[in-house]
T-cell receptor, first 116, second 116 residues
Framework: DTEVTQTPKHLVMGMTNKKSLKCEQH?????MYWYKQKAKKPPELMFV???????INESVPSRFSPECPNSSLLNLHLHALQPEDSALYLC???????????????FGPGTRLTVL | AQTVTQSQPEMSVQEAETVTLSCTYD???????LFWYKQPPSRQMILVIR??????QNATENRFSVNFQKAAKSFSLKISDSQLGDTAMYFC?????????????FGQGTRLTINP
């Protein structure tokens, strides 16, 4: 089973709102990722968690705050967003094997975020 | 830094035809992974095929196969007996083969349309 789930599917929020995106996987993967995808563009990496610790932050503005409560869950907390933050937010997970091997990333269906 | 280039923004073929999507990449690494993902209008990013750079044999998955030319840094995807369900945006992606979770570097994508 290579399923990654994301909630909600759609989210509309004002610039003063606080909201959260949720991602869940039950494949035993130890690495989880947040990507942002604008229309007709490829995904761009935002954050990587490895073994529940933040390992990569691609200079993302502080209005995006990631959280990894446990190895199966990844949240993205949103606060004071701008209209240009409207995009598809994709979560992915992968094995983070020891011994130097990385593995395939499996993606969730995404959350379509609109900031008014 | 690694870069991935997909030179065909759009392609269109008739159902049952064979189509080849091009991808080139630039890296100084010797150990890495290459992927093709498809993203249909439903927006879920789906793994199509994966290739390890140290393997000389080209990867195949049913109707999907790759032509991996390491020296030329080329990684094309061939879809045989194309079906309407193959209509999607196809992204070529690169991942470094070093230890730990790594980001995917995507090309700009090729929008493929299969016509009945």
């Amino acid at each position: 089973d290579t399923e990654v789930t994301q909630t909600p599917k759609h989210l509309v929020m004002g610039m003063t709102n606080k909201k959260s995106l949720k991602c869940e996987q039950h494949m035993g993967h130890r690495a989880m990722y947040w990507y942002k995808q604008k229309a007709k563009k490829p995904p761009e990496l935002m954050f990587v968690y490895s073994y529940e610790k933040l390992s990569i932050n691609e200079s993302v503005p502080s209005r995006f705050s990631p959280e990894c409560p446990n190895s199966s869950l990844l949240n993205l907390h949103l606060h004071a967003l701008q209209p240009e933050d409207s995009a598809l937010y994709l979560c992915a997970s992968s094995q983070d094997r020891t011994g130097g091997r990385t593995d395939t990333q499996y993606f969730g269906p995404g959350t379509r975020l609109t900031v008014l | 830094a690694q870069t991935v280039t997909q030179s065909q923004p759009e392609m269109s073929v008739q159902e049952a035809e064979t189509v080849t999507l091009s991808c080139t990449y630039d890296t100084s690494e010797n150990n890495y992974y290459l992927f093709w993902y498809k993203q249909p209008p439903s927006r879920q990013m789906i793994l199509v095929i994966r290739q390890e750079a140290y393997k000389q044999q080209n990867a195949t998955e049913n109707r999907f196969s790759v032509n991996f030319q390491k020296a030329a840094k080329s990684f094309s995807l061939k879809i045989s007996d194309s079906q309407l369900g193959d209509t999607a945006m196809y992204f070529c992606a690169f991942m470094r083969g070093i230890q730990g979770a790594q980001k995917l570097v995507f090309g700009q994508g090729t929008r493929l349309t299969i016509n009945p």
